[in-house]
């Protein structure tokens, strides 16, 4: 295996994005090249004990930045970049959740979506312990004694490329080019696929989360930084309509809208024409696959965009990998960059 091309980037504060798209890239980075990066956690590193309240400490819209764009050399639109999280590390020794006001899926959400006419939710702020050497963190409720040892399963919630058609879109919006999609499936080992819209693909991540349980209900994970490395490699000629994610398991599609149902379809599409396309499968045969074997769970319930996500196990797939096989190469050449490397 040739030498791998190993980039590190860690932004300052004042680098740090809030968008997908009109942000002019940080970084050009070669197709094939593994990125060493640092990311902010959801609240900008503001929260940091139990008196700093979100709505006190952070200015809307700044929240949710973003590490990035990264211009990808030769990225154009009808292409797939392959984005293979090799891992995802807390990089402090606290994290932080919240309820905030309007938020969350068990609450008003304000005029523009979830319109009641209930006061929004206590606001409260729970830290959490990180323990990096026991792979831990520790729950402690606000109001009595109860706690838990919790097992961590750190992820990225938000990672995407810029929209088509001159588009601008929060970092807090989940959609086709991906954005804050919020799946634990996003995790070290697992390879993302992003159609590109335009020249340079313009990859950004972040919303690092030591764990979250899947519909994130309450709107707010684990928040944490994270140091994290990625492989970055691009896949000429051939389109991704929706993020799919690929782990040595299972294939998953992604799909994100409102209401919820149409999350789920668009996911459950893209299965199906995944597998189709992949496998030569006709579409109604294809259909009534997905139909016996998939698992659909919920990853947020709370963004402007809810997602879910459909998963395949490729136990039940013919042996013909997806994408060629990147998936496979990437998680060798992950392994050729941890032999060298610790």
Same mark, same amino acid.
């Given at each position: 295996m040739p030498d791998l091309e190993v980039v590190t980037y860690r932004p300052e504060p004042t680098e740090l994005t809030w968008t997908f798209g009109g942000v002019p890239p940080i970084r050009t980075i070669r197709p094939g090249t593994v990125l060493q990066t640092w990311t902010e956690d959801a609240f900008g590193g503001k929260v940091r004990g139990p008196d700093d309240l979100v709505s006190r400490v952070i200015e809307f819209p700044y929240v949710n930045p973003q590490t990035g764009p990264f211009l990808i050399e030769g990225a154009e639109p009808g292409d797939t970049l392959a984005v293979?999280?090799? $891992?995802?590390?807390?990089?402090? #020794?606290?994290?932080? $959740? $919240? =309820?905030? +006001?309007?938020?969350?899926?068990?609450? &008003?959400? &304000?005029? =523009?979506?979830?319109?009641?006419?209930?006061?929004?939710?206590?606001? !409260?702020?729970?830290?959490?312990?990180? #323990?990096?050497?026991?792979? =831990? *963190?520790?729950?402690?409720? $606000?109001? &009595? #004694?109860?706690? *838990? *040892?919790? +097992?961590?399963?750190?992820?990225?919630?938000?990672?995407?490329?810029?929209?088509?058609?001159?588009?601008? !879109?929060?970092?807090? *919006?989940?959609d086709a080019y991906g954005g804050n999609m919020d799946t634990p499936e996003m995790r070290a080992g697992a390879t993302c696929y992003l159609g590109v819209n335009v020249e340079g693909a313009l990859l950004s991540l972040g919303d690092g989360h030591c764990r979250q349980g899947e519909g994130e209900s309450c709107g707010v994970a684990v928040e944490a930084a994270m140091d994290t490395v990625i492989i970055v490699d691009l896949i000429k000629g051939v389109p991704t309509p929706w993020p799919r994610i690929e782990s040595d398991d299972y294939l998953i599609s992604t799909g994100s809208a409102r209401p919820l149902e149409d999350a789920f379809r668009i996911s459950q599409v893209d299965m199906i024409g995944w597998l189709a396309d992949a496998y030569r499968l006709d579409r109604l045969d294809a259909y009534q696959f997905v139909t016996q074997v998939c698992e659909a769970p919920v990853a947020n319930v709370c963004d402007p965009n809810y997602t879910f996500v459909t998963k395949v196990a490729k136990r039940y797939l013919p042996s013909a990998p997806a994408y060629g096989g990147i998936h496979a190469m990437l998680r060798e050449q992950a392994a050729a960059y941890r032999a060298d490397h610790t």
């Open positions: 293979h999280f090799v $891992s995802i590390t807390p990089s402090r #020794d606290i994290a932080a $959740s $919240s =309820t905030i +006001p309007f938020f969350g899926a068990l609450t &008003g959400t &304000g005029p =523009t979506h979830t319109a009641t006419l209930q006061d929004p939710l206590e606001e !409260r702020v729970w830290m959490y312990e990180v #323990d990096a050497s026991a792979w =831990t *963190v520790t729950y402690a409720a $606000s109001r &009595g #004694d109860f706690s *838990v *040892v919790l +097992p961590m399963d750190p992820m990225h919630g938000t990672i995407g490329v810029a929209p088509g058609s001159f588009e601008a !879109r929060s970092s807090l *919006v989940p």
